[in-house]
T-cell receptor
Framework: GAGVSQSPSNKVTEKGKDVELRCDPI?????LYWYRQSLGQGLEFLIY????????KSGLPSDRFSAERTGGSVSTLTIQRTQQEDSAVYLC?????????????FGEGSRLTVL | SQELEQSPQSLIVQEGKNLTINCTSS?????LYWYKQKYGEGLIFLMM?????EEKSHEKITAKLDEKKQQSSLHITASQPSHAGIYLC?????????FGAGTILRVKS
């Protein structure tokens, strides 16, 4: 696609349920990032993929959070046993190593609400 | 770890007025990035600064990186309603960008 695509755009779930958020990066972009944005917290780094491997997953807040990337393309962020504090907008971004400008291309985000 | 502090947290300006947003880093900046976000949307890249003293412009938006490379300012000239949004600065944190908390800009017509 022309840009980074994320789905679902909105997700409301009950506490304790598992959720999956999907990111489809720009074709050919080898780097993929997940960030979380919540009120008063700014933009919080979660995990970075280079190809299918995740050299930096230091931002994942707990072991309830996991992410994978397959085929060097689509990535899925999974949150198990969701808690109310997981409510936030989850943003995905991709970049091409060839650019070397530090420019990340962001999707519009998945807004997660945990009741 | 690197931390970025932005000021002000928010501001409201009258259309046509100039404004400045600041971003201060706890460490030397080796790459400073400015992004803009409109409500409910992703971030849009504005510009990147790398060298101390560097200045770049994009339409009516100018960003500078100070000589000591620990602070950047973003200046908007003759603000318009289309400038409204959240401005975030980001710094090179190794394999990722580390962002400030953002500055919310509202422009009154």
């Amino acid at each position: 696609g022309a840009g980074v695509s994320q789905s679902p755009s909105n997700k409301v779930t009950e506490k304790g349920k598992d959720v999956e958020l999907r990111c489809d990066p720009i074709s050919g972009h080898t780097a993929l990032y997940w960030y979380r944005q919540s009120l008063g917290q700014g933009l919080e780094f979660l995990i970075y993929f280079q190809g299918n491997s995740a050299p930096d997953k230091s931002g994942l807040p707990s072991d309830r959070f996991s992410a994978e990337r397959t085929g060097g393309s689509v990535s899925t962020l999974t949150i198990q046993r969701t808690q109310q504090e997981d409510s936030a907008v989850y943003l995905c971004a991709s970049s091409s190593q060839l650019l070397n400008t530090g420019e990340l291309f962001f999707g519009e985000g998945s807004r997660l609400t945990v009741l | 770890s690197q931390e970025l502090e932005q000021s002000p947290q928010s501001l409201i300006v009258q259309e046509g007025k100039n404004l400045t947003i600041n971003c201060t880093s706890s460490k030397t900046l080796y790459g400073l990035y400015w992004y803009k976000q409109k409500y409910g949307e992703g971030l849009i890249f504005l510009m990147m600064l790398q060298k101390g003293g560097e200045e770049k412009s994009h339409e009516k938006i100018t960003a500078k990186l100070d000589e000591k490379k620990q602070q950047s300012s973003l200046h908007i000239t003759a603000s318009q309603p289309s400038h409204a949004g959240i401005y975030l600065c980001g710094a090179d944190g190794g394999n990722k960008l580390v962002f400030g908390a953002g500055t919310i800009l509202r422009v009154k017509s």
